[in-house]
């Protein structure tokens, strides 16, 4: 079982920046596919950026070159640095993990654990 909590999140003007750290508790942290997800009000969750067990990473269109996905197996910590925040960003953002196939697939429904979700708000 792995349990996850995020911080970071924050109100932050448009061009902005933020850095979200996910702290993971549990076994087998290194062999874990990671990821970022954001929910908007009335919005379905979508994946912002994963990184694999092997560190490759996947972007979503909309973060790419602006969103980085970083992580640190020593600590067990997963991040996100999100640099010229837009307003169209603000959502709750939940960080999640999952089995090798989890960053294969990429959808919310492929990840077994979550995090209890941290708000940016961009203006």
């Known amino acids: 079982h792995v349990q996850l909590v995020e911080s970071g999140g924050g109100s932050v003007q448009a061009g902005g920046s933020l850095r979200l750290s996910c702290a993971a508790s549990?076994?087998?942290?290194?062999?874990?596919?990671m990821g970022w997800f954001r929910q908007a009000p009335e919005s379905e969750r979508e994946g912002v950026a994963l990184i694999g067990s092997d560190s490759n990473t996947y972007y979503a269109d909309s973060v790419k070159g602006r969103f980085t996905i970083s992580r640190d197996n020593a600590k067990a910590t997963l991040f996100l640095q999100m640099e010229n925040l837009k307003p169209e960003d603000t959502a709750m953002y939940y960080c999640?993990?999952?089995?090798?196939?989890?960053?294969?697939?990429?959808?919310?429904?492929?990840?077994?654990?979550w995090g209890q979700g941290t708000q940016v708000t961009v203006s």
């Open positions: 999640a993990a999952g089995g090798m196939g989890s960053c294969l697939f990429r959808k919310p429904s492929d990840f077994t654990y």
């Open positions: 549990g076994d087998g942290y290194r062999e874990l596919c």
